[in-house]
């Protein structure tokens, strides 16, 4: 067990079985995109260590670029806008592979899927460590996905709690009960 702040987590996911499964994904990513040398395009903070595992298991010629994705709302009435930060390379005619860290509701990867699109991509992907089906409000096509989990928070391997746990090397839950 591990405590961040006033938050006591357990191990849900261990190293080697992350590391195993994100091999898997960047030899289907390898076979998919042979030719095609495709631009990882990965969201800040999170999806980092995860996006740097999956560029040592991808095995043809790719590049990688960073975005940050800001929310605020403009109004109240057009609700929250998402913002793409830190694209500086074009798109255009690019095979993209959005690499996030979690799925959730998936609002935050519709929206970067919509404001990508508009730059006419070749084609554009998702690859998530981690999905949460059950939390999910808009229909969402994720091709590559690490793990489906239940619909409880977990840090670790990237992901933080209140910006802290972000080097654990493994996945670790906060339980049901907490
Ligand atoms: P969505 O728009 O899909 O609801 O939100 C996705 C974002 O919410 C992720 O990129 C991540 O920052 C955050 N998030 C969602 N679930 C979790 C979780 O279980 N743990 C952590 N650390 N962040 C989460």
């Known amino acids: 067990m591990i405590t961040i702040e006033d938050k006591k987590f357990v191990p849900f996911i261990e190293r080697n079985t992350i590391e195993t499964r994100i091999a898997a994904l960047g030899q289907s990513i390898s ?3 042979e030719g095609k ?3 990882l395009v990965v969201v800040l903070n999170g999806a980092f260590m995860f996006a740097a595992e999956l560029m040592k298991n991808i095995h043809i010629p790719c ?34 592979i959005i690499v996030e860290d979690i799925v959730d509701t998936g609002l935050t990867m519709n929206k970067l899927l919509f404001q990508l699109s508009t730059q006419r991509p070749g084609s554009i992907q998702v690859a998530t460590l981690l999905f949460k089906p059950s939390a999910l409000k808009t229909p969402l096509s ?13 840090v670790g391997y ?3 709690y209140d910006e802290q746990g972000r080097n654990l090397d493994a996945i670790y839950v906060l339980p049901e009960n907490h």
Do not use: M
């Not at 806008?81 to 074009?90: A, F, I, P, R």
């Not at 994720?142 to 977990?154: D, H, L, M, Q, S």
């Open 31 to 33: 076979q998919d995109y």
């Open 37 to 39: 040398k495709p631009l």
């Open 63 to 96: 590049e990688i670029t960073f975005v940050r994705v800001s929310s605020y709302a403009k109004t109240e009435s057009t609700g929250q806008l998402t913002e793409v930060l830190g694209l500086k390379e074009s798109i255009r005619d690019r095979h993209v």
């Open 142 to 154: 994720v091709k590559y996905v690490g793990f489906e989990i239940e619909n409880r928070f977990v």
């Open 158 to 160: 990237g992901l933080d």
